[in-house]
Nanobody
Framework: QVQLVESGGGLVQAEGSLRLSCTAS????????VGWFRQAPGKEREFVAG????????VYADSVKGRFAISRDNGQSTMFLQMNHLRPEDTAVYFC?????????????????????WGQGTQVTVSS
């Protein structure tokens, strides 16, 4: 059973930075695409960024493009989300997730339904 554990959330002022980490255990990490999603109070979960199993393909939501950067370290079974120039509207619980398709060479998916393992989430709060 794969377990994903996020860390690095917290309270930060607008224009500040945070770096989220997500470490996988109990299963294979390197052969799967992974992604970050977020959910703000009263809103649906939304895609933030995704990265292919090789790291060669990356996709961002338009709202974070140019400010956030996703990366992965397959040797450490860990993925990261570097968040810069944070805005109050970035406030949400951030979740990491692993896709269900192994060694998938198609486009990085934004569809939460294509991810079958999820972390418990980490809170990010951006004050104005």
């Amino acid at each position: 059973q794969v377990q994903l554990v996020e860390s690095g959330g917290g309270l930060v002022q607008a224009e500040g930075s945070l770096r989220l980490s997500c470490t996988a255990s109990g299963g294979t990490f390197r052969g799967y695409g992974v992604g970050w999603f977020r959910q703000a109070p009263g809103k649906e979960r939304e895609f933030v960024a995704g990265i292919s199993y090789s790291g060669g393909s990356i996709v961002y939501a338009d709202s974070v493009k140019g400010r956030f950067a996703i990366s992965r370290d397959n040797g450490q079974s860990t993925m990261f989300l570097q968040m810069n120039h944070l805005r109050p509207e970035d406030t949400a619980v951030y979740f990491c997730a692993r896709e269900f398709r192994a060694w998938y060479t198609g486009p990085v998916t934004r569809n939460a339904g294509q991810y079958n393992y999820w972390g418990q989430g980490t809170q990010v709060t951006v004050s104005s």
